[in-house]
């Protein structure tokens, strides 16, 4: 000041003093805000989720919205109309896969529910300057090796403060999720799949919500922040399969991949097990970048899927995988069940049906059930038509299956021979376009015309036409008449089975393993269903009338529900089915 003025401060310690003091009370001041904002409320479950939550003290919950709470505005005002100034969203939801939440640029390090988490702020500084608007959001995002997604939003309409962040920190930290297997010890995971192998112990780990799959699931962080899960999920080889053709019809099944666009790798690890290592070939885009397999025996194979999303996630995801896959042993484990009375079973069950044939289950009746589903994506439709052909059951079945979803829809029907041994299956995807007409995606058709000849299937695509044909085994049972397998494991008919089946999507015969679950809250029958060539779990509940009743799957549960409430859900269904019954589908 002296060499611009001229003056001298009259007082400079004083200066200095008052200075001091003022720094002191702005951060006491401070301090005591962020002490009144860091107290919490109670826990409290948040409905329809298995969230448990503390929310900031004197927030309200939003009676219309319960996974919401806000801060109210000043009695005499609202802000700009709206009746709140500050905002905290809590939601839950479950995938099917990992899927990584680093999805922005400027994605912080953070943790939510004792996970590693990402949080971004939106919009980000630059833009908030450049839109002169105070309002701003935080978000962070955690997601469990398995799948669970749990997000926490702070919406601020006067700017985000230190205090703001430092309140979001407390907050996250007492999120509990109250979902089984989300979030175990590595240990325990490990010993659920019936694996052991070394990993690191960054790493952390989660099991499928039911005890009787032996899977695990293991996830790393780059950075601090969630990218990339592997699967160890033990699976079986069954009626001559090998690991090339699990990893083949999964490529099929899951991918829609053929032979020509992957590229399959395998070699003989010392101690005998064979190890094979599927990947894609070109562009992919698929929340499963890979699958690393590891068989000892028939009865000691694992898949292992590597969840990634970011080339460098894919990097690290597939080291992860190929270090596992090179070291994983297999110990004893009670939810793994024996192989060879597993397959004997299924032959017997299978011989049962054909003997029977469908008739003493679904006897002369036409059945029409309509199912919906909830997915993070949006609702599914499905309606499920199955009557005698022309009446007459000793001509065997046929059927009609519906499949609506946002974007397109499927249609599939078929015929079964009255011994459940013949069948025919046509499926039709088509896409629907922004104007609303729709396009034929994919065409499939799946054939076995005599009882003992093999099984052909055609699949035509924009990538051109594909032709196979394979011989099945005597555990085969086409999949409209796999529903009746179902049934009768799910009512205790027969124990714990293999049997063999197909998908048109898939490019040969694969085999399913059927368990026997306790009833639900209902008292409905429920059976557990796996895939050797994908083994997560869906369960399958079944009515007195041995009709399906509902599916629980990992990421959505499908309900048998009335017409009219899968109208509402999408109102051209029924111009859908009415094209659907033609001789010729438009």
């Known amino acids: 000041m002296e060499v611009y003025t001229g003056a001298k401060p009259g007082r400079p310690t004083l200066a200095l003093v008052m200075t001091a003091i003022a ?34 003290r004197d927030w309200l919950r939003n009676e219309q919205e ?31 896969d990992f899927i990584s939440p680093v999805t922005y640029e400027r994605s912080a390090p953070a943790s939510l529910a004792g996970l590693p988490a990402v949080q971004t702020r939106l919009p980000d500084e630059e833009e908030q300057t450049r839109r002169r608007n105070a309002a701003q959001v935080i978000e962070r995002v955690a997601v469990s090796p398995r799948g669970d997604v749990i997000r926490v939003e702070l919406q601020t309409l006067t700017g985000v403060t230190m205090a703001d962040v430092a309140l979001l920190d407390v907050v996250a930290d007492s999120v509990r999720v109250e979902a089984p297997g989300m979030s175990v010890k590595p240990a325990d995971a490990l010993a659920r799949a019936g694996v052991t192998v070394p990993i690191d112990a960054s790493w952390v780990a989660a099991v499928p919500t039911y005890d009787e799959v032996a899977a695990c699931y293991v996830g790393g962080s780059i950075e601090g922040m969630p990218v990339w899960s592997v699967g160890i999920m033990r699976t079986w080889l069954a009626h001559k399969r090998t690991l090339v053709n699990l990893l083949e019809d999964f490529a099929s099944l899951h991918w829609g991949r053929a032979p020509r666009e992957i590229s399959i790798e395998t070699f003989t690890r010392d101690d005998g097990a064979v190890v094979a290592h599927l990947r894609p070939l070109g562009q992919h885009r698929h929340p499963i970048a890979g699958v690393w397999a590891v068989a000892r025996s028939d009865s000691q194979v694992a898949l292992l899927p590597v969840y990634a999303n970011l080339e460098i996630a894919i990097r690290a995801g597939d080291a992860a995988a190929e270090r596992l896959a090179g070291a994983l042993s297999f110990t004893e484990a009670g939810n793994v069940p024996s192989l060879d ?84 299956d046509i499926e039709e995807t088509r896409a629907q376009t922004a104007l609303g007409a729709t396009r034929i995606e994919r065409k499939a058709r799946a054939e076995r015309a005599t009882p003992t000849g093999n099984v052909t299937q055609v699949v035509a695509d924009d990538a051109g036409e594909s032709r196979t044909s394979f011989e099945p085994g005597p555990a085969f049972l086409p999949s409209a008449a796999v529903e009746l397998a179902q049934y009768q494991v799910a009512t205790g008919q027969c124990g714990t089975c293999i049997i063999e089946t197909s998908q048109l999507r898939g490019r040969g015969g694969y085999t399913c393993l059927l368990r026997p679950m306790p009833p639900d809250a209902d008292g409905r029958a429920r059976v557990l269903v796996q895939d050797d060539l994908m083994p997560l779990p869906s369960v399958h509940v079944f009515d007195d009338a041995a009709e399906l009743a509902a599916i629980d799957f990992a990421d959505v ?21 009415a094209w659907s019954t033609r001789q010729d589908t438009p």
């Open 23 to 56: 720094l002191v009370l702005a951060l006491g001041l401070a301090w005591l805000q962020l002490s009144g904002r860091r107290a919490l409320q109670d826990e409290t479950a948040i409905d329809g989720t298995p969230l448990v939550v503390r929310p900031p």
């Open 66 to 96: 319960p996974g919401k709470f806000f801060l109210p505005a000043p009695t005499d005002r609202s802000w700009r109309g709206i009746p709140f100034t500050k905002q905290i969203t809590f939601e839950y939801h479950r995938l099917s």
């Open 341 to 424: 009375d597993a397959v004997a079973a299924g032959r017997e069950l299978v011989e049962t049906i054909q003997r029977k044939g469908p008739l003493p289950w679904w006897g002369r009746r036409t059945a029409r059930d309509y199912y919906i589903g909830q997915t993070p994506r949006g609702s599914r439709v499905w309606v499920a038509v199955r009557a005698p052909i022309a009446g007459d059951s000793a001509r065997g079945y046929e059927g009609l299956l519906i499949d609506r979803y946002a974007g397109g829809y499927e249609i599939s029907r078929w015929q079964l021979g009255p011994n459940a041994r013949t069948f025919l």
């Open 557 to 577: 549960l499908v309900r048998r529900v009335t017409e009219e409430e899968a109208v509402r859900r999408f109102p051209e269904l029924p111009a859908i089915e």
